[in-house]
């Protein structure tokens, strides 16, 4: 038997919370799967139809994670496990080690929860949460890195990438959605993202204004709800985009994979935003699931989701110029065709049926 204790996870949307639910039913091929996770909004539905065992923990967030801890330990005295997952440090925090011993543990990082500066408390309390597990897993090379720029210097940092849960069926009804949203335009470009300063939305926009005159039936479609949403709409006015970009800031899960599949390229070159960079990017996986390439950042590790030249490219985000010469050259002579052939192929590596193998023969 296998628990996963996580604070992320659906209905509740994110990479993480996607990633905590593909690996939970992935694990369900080699055991029963116990969920303990924070309750949102709407969970109790999510949680009658799906195959897993979830238990939700609700109060207060000081209180919460006290309660959560103690379920946790609880379950791991009570039961014989094969072995326990955690989302985040915060997860395994106060979870003492003689509960632990009885088991294996393991605790993903992701990158933006843990880039705090070497030496602060958060840095501290990071540190000594992560000694308690048996694996830390790194969901890309850059974030196995980072964690070791911060201090964390054991040997027992792994690096497996997040299994994809696409492609996924497109029903007709989504497809002519897509439809009508890009008629007979191209290119046909769509970003999956939160509006945030890392996603590099505004440099999106200012590139499109530049590359119209190339290619005037142009269609961009920016799908996600987000802190920049006000001044990206200041944006999309002052640039006299209101025919090119189209912002969809809620949708459904059909709605946005038949807007994938009716795309061209994905385009999301991630920057560096405060504290907060891309640790991996599974979007990236997602489009090229679909035969979709992407155009990603070259500061976090989107390295691990795009073979630069081979299944999309690589670029400084914050550099007009190269975001533009980057898409040139991904259309010129019809070139994001092979690029997305190549997508398609990379991205089986991601299945989760390969990648709960990895966590299999580390347990």
């Not at 628990?3 to 209905?11: A, D, M």
């Not at 054991?154 to 497109?170: A, D, L, R, S, W």
């Not at 985009?241 to 912002?247: D, I, P, Q």
């Amino acid at each position: 038997m296998f628990l996963i204790s996580t604070r992320n996870f659906p209905p509740d949307v994110g990479g993480i919370q996607n990633l905590m639910e593909g690996l939970s039913i992935a694990l369900l091929n080699h055991g029963p799967v116990k969920v303990i996770a924070d309750k949102f909004l709407n969970c109790e539905n999510y949680d009658e139809n799906s195959k897993l065992s979830i238990e939700r923990v609700s109060g207060f967030k000081l209180f919460r994670k006290y309660r959560k801890a103690n379920l946790v330990k609880e379950f791991i005295n009570n039961n014989n496990l094969r072995a326990v997952f955690f989302d985040h440090w915060k997860s395994i925090e106060n979870i003492n080690l003689n509960s632990l011993i009885k088991t294996k543990s393991f605790c993903l990082v992701h990158s933006k929860e843990i880039n705090h500066p070497v030496g602060s408390s958060l840095n501290k309390r990071m540190l000594s949460a992560l000694d308690k597990a048996n694996y830390i897993v790194a969901n890309s090379n850059f974030t196995k890195n980072l964690i070791i720029k911060l201090g964390y210097k054991k040997e027992n940092v792994e690096v497996i990438n997040p299994g994809c849960n696409y492609p996924i069926k497109v029903e007709n009804s989504s497809k002519k959605f897509a439809d009508n949203i890009y008629g007979n335009s191209f290119p046909k470009l769509i970003t999956i993202s939160r509006l945030d300063g890392r996603k590099c939305h505004q440099n999106i926009l200012m590139t499109i204004k530049n590359i119209l005159p190339k290619f005037p039936n142009l269609k961009y479609v920016s799908i996600g709800d987000g802190e920049e949403k006000v001044k990206l709409q200041k944006l999309k006015k002052e640039l006299g985009l209101s025919k090119e970009v189209n912002f969809i800031y809620s949708s459904s899960e059909q709605e946005k994979l038949g807007l994938l599949e009716k795309s061209d390229i994905f385009v999301m070159p991630s920057i560096i935003y405060k504290k907060s960079v891309e640790g991996f990017g599974i979007t990236f996986i997602e489009a090229a699931s679909y035969g979709k390439p992407s155009i990603g950042g070259v500061y976090g590790g989107e390295a691990d989701a795009i073979i630069n030249g081979q299944t999309g490219y690589l670029c400084d985000g914050n550099n007009l110029n190269a975001l533009y010469e980057t898409l040139i050259k991904t259309l010129s002579n019809d070139h994001y065709k092979v690029l997305g052939k190549n997508a398609l192929q990379f991205s089986k590596n991601f299945s989760w049926d390969k990648i709960i193998k990895k966590y299999i023969k580390l347990i």
